[in-house]
Nanobody, 117 residues
Framework: QVQLVESGGGLVQPGESLTLSCRIS????????MGWYRQAPGKQRDMVAR???????EYAESVKGRFTISRDSDKSTVTLQMNSLKPDDTAFYYC???????????WGQGTQVTVSS
């Protein structure tokens, strides 16, 4: 069973920064695309940023230039650096891992990010 362990999140003021990290439980990160999604109350869960196994990254338009996703050398940990946070970034953030061969999806338990003055 694959588990995702998240850390980070919290309450910050507009313009401040936060870092989210997610580690996959088994040393098999090199066969999983990993990324972050978020869900605000009453809204659907949307992709924020993804790190594909081959190194390509994808970002939602709303976070381009402010958020950066990175992955460590053994591909087991993905980090989302969030800068210039806005109140619209407030949501529950979920780590996702998708197996590249069979498409199986795994989700972390989620962490709350609140941006408020």
């Amino acid at each position: 069973q694959v588990q995702l362990v998240e850390s980070g999140g919290g309450l910050v003021q507009p313009g401040e920064s936060l870092t989210l990290s997610c580690r996959i439980s088994r040393n098999i990160g090199n066969i999983y695309d990993m990324g972050w999604y978020r869900q605000a109350p009453g809204k659907q869960r949307d992709m924020v940023a993804r790190h594909i196994v081959g190194g390509r990254t994808e970002y939602a338009e709303s976070v381009k230039g402010r958020f950066t996703i990175s992955r460590d050398s053994d591909k087991s940990t993905v980090t989302l650096q969030m800068n210039s946070l806005k109140p619209d970034d407030t949501a529950f953030y979920y780590c996702n891992a998708r197996q590249i061969f069979n498409g199986e999806n795994y989700w972390g338990q989620g962490t709350q990010v609140t941006v408020s003055s």
